[in-house]
Structure formats: structure tokens, C-alpha cells
């Protein structure tokens, strides 16, 4: 063997040592402390040690909550995320997807299962005598935030009824308000400035409101419709940056959740404690979010990659097809929505949490 061969084999040893060397620093990279979204489930985790346990066996030390903000403001935490102040990102996948469409260069980490009908009900007052279903919504206003479950399930509930919503592109049957404070949402309607609006019942805005009796139930999205199925979806979702960084942390993230909800389950009255203590809410209403069937914080995780991809494809092209005013302008391709969802952290992937 001549001496260049054997200096060229040497030289091309080093190389792959050094960048095999370099990829474990780059996928045992320390994060010192993170930032997460306050919220029933994380609060949880954090009280009894979940996020403790996981973060530790990383080096991560130092876990913040940061709450939402007095306002309310729906999409605060979407920016949060594309500022760096929060790691991770909770929302419905609607508005995520909505969020990646616009620039904000995130993934999908994790999804959960099928939503249902109970998520995402259509709200009147009480005492409003003339709305009782969806179809006395016709010619009234409807006041809720745009890129929110609270657009998207009324949306498919109108136009199965066949009063659509206005939209920028087309006139409709039903003036849709964009409203993204939920305190404000919850006055027009007691107000009689807005006719209806669509909720999260367990969301902690519109818990109390709920429980106080001065709203009525006037229609659930179909069970075997597209919100339910596909666009009610809650996900889990992080900047691309952040994830190729430390795909370690989301891990220990994913594993802390599936033990704070595993514990929740056989626990519901001493979380709801917990919640109740620390997001400053009456005990009632922390059960009510552990316990309804409409809850979120605690639904199971889709594990399939594909299945994930097809939920967005498909609500997609429903909601393309029924003329939603951001998606026809704007949208994903399939590759894209095969990329948005990050499949190292689903069943199968180098660093899922599914068995």
C-alpha cells in the first residue's frame, strides 16, 4: 500500500471520527434551564417531579413556567415561540398548521388522538330565546378568534347547515367577528353585541363562565366530521432550530407528559389541587379541566407519523375546498406537511416516547 493510500485512509479516519464526534456533542448538548407554557398539565408535572425526573437524567435544571398573560390573548404563546422565550408551544392544529403556513419556521412534535364532539361546543346565552341551534344563527353575529378551533368547528357546523360564515372572499350567512381575547369573546355574547360563540369548555377563560349557568349548549361538531377527526387535534409544537438542537430535551418533555397524565388519571381530585393552587382558579373549575370529556391538557398522543400527516392533509383540503379565506390564498404542499411533522418523535423515530 503506497504512503498516500495509507495517509488518505488515515486522514478520512480522523474525519469520521471527528464528525461522529461532533454529532454526539451536538445530540448530548446541555440546556441548562427551559421555558414552557403554564398550564394545567404542566403544572403538574412540575409539582410532582415529572419534568424534575425526565430533565435531570439531560442536565436540564431549571424549568419556568410562563403563563399565558392576563389577557388572554389567543396565539401569545405561537409568538412566544418564534421569539424564543417559550420552547414549546401547546395549540390545536389548525392554528399551528395555520402559524407554519405564515413563516413561523416550526414543527409538529407531538399530536394527540381524534378530538371529539364535546371539545369545541357553539355557545349562546342563557336567557337568548331565539338561538337554540345552529341554524337560528342564520343573519347574526358570531364573535370568536379567526385562527382558533373556535373559527374552524363552527365553520364545518355553518356550512352543514348552509349558513356559512362571511369571509373576506365571499359573502355568507353568519358576520363573523374575530375576537382572539376570550374575556371579550364571553361579554359579547352576554352583552348581545355578538349572537354565539365556540369555546374550549375546560379552557380556563371559559370554565367559570360555563359553570356559572349563563350559557347554553346550541351545537356540537359532527362526530364524524373533519374538526373532529382532523382539525380538533391538539399539538405539541417547536421551533425547527430548537428541536434539531436538543431533540433530547423534546424527548424528555414527551416522557414527562405521558407520566403527569398517567398520574392524573388515577389522581384527578389532588391534580385538580394542584391546578387550582397554582393557576389561581376555584377547585371546581381545576376538576371540571381534569375530568370533562371535552378536556385537552390529558388526551392520548397519535404515535403514527402517517396518520399525523393525514389529519393535515385532510382537513386541508376540506377546508380549502369550503372556501376558508387564509387557506385558499396560502397553504402547505404534501411534502410540506410531511416535513412539518417531525417523525423522529413518533413511533419508530430515534427519539420517540412510543413503545
Known amino acids: 500500500m503506497s504512503v498516500i493510500s495509507i495517509k488518505t485512509k488515515f486522514v478520512g479516519s480522523l474525519l469520521a471520527v471527528g464528525l461522529l464526534s461532533s454529532a454526539s456533542l451536538a445530540e448530548d448538548a ?3 434551564s ?12 412540575l409539582e410532582k417531579g415529572f419534568f424534575k425526573e425526565e430533565f435531570d437524567k439531560i442536565g436540564t435544571k431549571k424549568i419556568t413556567l410562563i403563563p399565558q398573560g392576563a389577557a388572554e390573548l389567543l396565539g401569545a404563546e ?17 392554528p399551528s398548521t395555520i ?16 378530538s371529539n ?44 347547515a348552509g349558513i356559512p360564515f362571511d369571509s373576506r372572499l365571499k359573502k355568507g350567512k353568519v358576520r363573523h367577528e374575530n375576537i382572539d381575547n376570550s374575556a371579550v369573546a364571553i361579554a359579547a355574547v352576554l352583552s348581545g353585541e355578538t349572537d354565539a360563540t365556540a369555546v374550549h369548555l375546560a379552557a380556563p377563560a371559559f370554565t367559570c363562565p360555563w359553570l356559572s349557568g349563563k350559557f ?3 351545537d356540537h361538531p359532527a362526530d364524524d366530521g373533519v374538526y373532529v377527526n382532523h382539525a380538533g387535534r391538539i399539538t405539541h409544537v417547536a421551533r425547527k432550530d430548537f428541536v434539531d438542537k436538543y431533540p433530547h430535551v ?7 407528559r405521558e407520566k403527569t397524565r398517567s398520574w392524573t388519571f388515577d389522581h384527578p381530585n389532588e391534580a385538580a389541587e394542584i391546578i387550582a393552587k397554582e393557576t389561581r382558579v376555584p377547585l371546581e373549575v381545576a376538576l371540571f379541566q381534569v375530568t370533562h370529556i371535552g378536556e385537552w391538557e390529558f388526551t392520548g398522543g397519535e404515535p403514527n407519523a402517517n ?31 410531511d416535513a412539518f411533522i417531525d417523525e423522529r418523535f413518533f413511533a419508530g423515530g430515534s427519539h420517540s416516547i412510543y413503545k
Not at 402559524?99 to 381524534?114: A, F, K, M, Y
Not at 357553539?122 to 341551534?133: D, E, G, R, V, Y
Not at 389529519?311 to 375546498?321: D, G, M, P, V
Open 307 to 337: 396518520r399525523a400527516r393525514t389529519a393535515i392533509k385532510e382537513f386541508l383540503r376540506y377546508y380549502i375546498a369550503n372556501g376558508d379565506d387564509i387557506l385558499t390564498q396560502k397553504s402547505l404542499t404534501d411534502k410540506e406537511v
Open 78 to 94: 405561537s409568538a412566544a415561540v418564534g421569539g424564543g422565550s417559550l420552547a414549546i408551544a401547546q395549540r390545536m392544529v389548525y
Open 216 to 218: 347554553k349548549i346550541v
Open 250 to 256: 423534546i424527548k424528555a418533555f414527551l416522557a414527562a
Open 117 to 160: 364532539r364535546y371539545r369545541t361546543p357553539t355557545l349562546a346565552a342563557a336567557n337568548n330565546k331565539n338561538i337554540n341551534s345552529v341554524k337560528d344563527l342564520e343573519g347574526k353575529k358570531f364573535g370568536s378568534s379567526r385562527i382558533s378551533c373556535y373559527w374552524s368547528a363552527p365553520f364545518e357546523s355553518l356550512n352543514n
Open 34 to 45: 427551559i421555558n414552557l407554557q403554564k398550564s394545567p398539565w404542566t403544572v403538574v408535572a
Open 99 to 114: 402559524h407554519r403556513i405564515n413563516g413561523l419556521n416550526t414543527v409538529v412534535i407531538w399530536i394527540s388522538e381524534p
Open 30 to 32: 446541555v440546556l441548562p
